[in-house]
């Protein structure tokens, strides 16, 4: 049987918990959307889908990126989805038939496992290796997917133990890494670090002062740097609000301007009902 200052105790407890944590209120419900607001939807979500198939026409800023890997340093800056990617899958297959090798570096684990596959398929698993910080395999082929800290690593090797990298070609994916507090300096040892003879093709959607990045690159390194930009994104964005209750509404009206149907959302900030007590 349980003890008479257990039963007070539970009793105290109970109390203590409503007293102090009250059962929030039911939470308002979003009025369903007007006419005019699931009109405006229908043009949010106009032409999204999967485009229809045709053949693969390189554009002119892929076609200068190869031409110019093929002798200098090459910073490509172009929006996601412009095919910044294809640049480096298109030297690599070429490195490869001609017996050489490569290196594709990234930033992050998760990226780097997903390039590892994507060229396992494209390239064949006998000739794409992984080296990460907890995955290392095939680490003798012809071209290597790794963060780019397992590659700057690889460099500090070669300089305290005397021996060569061996690689012909490195990508730097997501190079505007180097701007970044934390692990910045990897990218810029990195840069510095690799030998002349092996060409750095850096690839970036969001750098800037490219000229100025290239500049600098072409002063450590005592290369030739050329910039190719592309044209405009390719994949449009377009920015909603998901509610509370899984309504989407354009996040800017017919203007251009911000949506003003949305301030309903708005969080209010509540009245101060302090008093100070006496």
Request: zero cysteines.
């Amino acid at each position: 049987m349980p003890r008479r200052n257990d039963r007070s105790n539970r009793r105290r407890t109970g109390r203590e918990r409503y007293d102090k944590r009250p059962v929030a209120r039911e939470s308002s419900r979003t009025p369903e959307q007007t006419p005019s607001q699931l009109r405006a939807v229908e043009r949010l979500l106009s032409g999204i889908g999967v485009p229809e198939p045709r053949p693969f026409e390189a554009d002119r800023f892929q076609l200068e990126a190869l031409e110019a890997i093929e002798t200098q340093d090459v910073l490509v800056t172009a929006p996601t989805g412009s095919g910044k990617t294809w640049i480096a899958r298109e030297e690599i297959r070429r490195l490869l038939a001609a017996g050489k090798r490569a290196w594709y570096t990234t930033p992050l684990k998760a990226l780097t496992n997903s390039k590892y596959a994507e060229f396992k398929l494209e390239f064949g698993a006998e000739n794409v290796g992984i080296l990460t910080g907890d995955r290392k395999e095939n680490r003798d082929a012809p071209l290597i997917v790794g963060t780019t800290e397992i590659y700057r690593n690889q460099l500090f090797d070669a300089m305290r133990e005397g021996f060569d990298v061996a690689t012909d070609f490195v990508i730097l994916d997501e190079a505007h890494y180097l701007a970044d507090e934390d692990r910045g300096h990897v990218w810029e040892e990195a840069i510095i670090l690799s030998p002349k003879r092996i060409r750095l093709l850096l690839l970036s959607a969001t750098i800037g002062r490219a000229d100025e990045f290239a500049d600098w690159i072409a002063e450590v390194r005592g290369t030739s740097v050329r910039v190719i930009t592309a044209g405009p994104r390719p994949v449009e964005l377009r920015a909603a609000y998901l509610s509370n209750e899984l309504q989407l509404f354009p996040l800017f009206g017919a203007d251009g301007g911000f949506n003003r149907g949305l301030e309903r959302f708005e969080r209010r900030k509540p009245e101060n009902t302090w008093r100070r007590r006496r």
